[in-house]
Nanobody, 123 residues
Framework: QVQLVESGGGLVQGGASLRLSCAAS????????MGWFRQTPGKEREFVAGIMWSGDLPDYADSVKGRFTISTDNAKNTVYLQMRSLKAEDTAVYFC????????????????WGQGTQVTVSS
């Protein structure tokens, strides 16, 4: 089992920055590919960004390229999502994910989910 705990969500104004953190623990968590997804009411969970634990091969959804940066800190067993130039359409619950296939763009390849953290961007 892998446990994922997100933190860092909140309410910000448009144009602001926010950093989400995902602390991982459990057996062999560093064998998984890590990612962030987001979901709004009535919509399917969508891919935001993914990365290998080594920090290699960061991958992004087109909607966040150039604004969001995913990274890892192996010493802290933590994955980060730095979000800049936030827009109202970035408002969602953000979920940390651990999966088995790169790029981790499809929820069917996610094995473990965090509980989610709310990000609200006011316009």
């Amino acid at each position: 089992q892998v446990q994922l705990v997100e933190s860092g969500g909140g309410l910000v104004q448009g144009g602001a920055s926010l950093r989400l953190s995902c602390a991982a623990s459990g057996d062999t968590f560093n064998r998984y590919i890590m990612g962030w997804f987001r979901q709004t009411p009535g919509k399917e969970r969508e891919f935001v960004a993914g990365i290998m634990w080594s920090g290699d091969l960061p991958d992004y959804a087109d909607s966040v390229k150039g604004r969001f940066t995913i990274s890892t800190d192996n010493a802290k067993n933590t994955v980060y999502l730095q979000m800049r130039s936030l827009k109202a359409e970035d408002t969602a619950v953000y979920f940390c994910a651990a999966g088995s296939r790169w790029p981790l763009q499809d929820t069917q390849f996610v094995h473990f989910w965090g509980q989610g953290t709310q990000v609200t961007v006011s316009s």
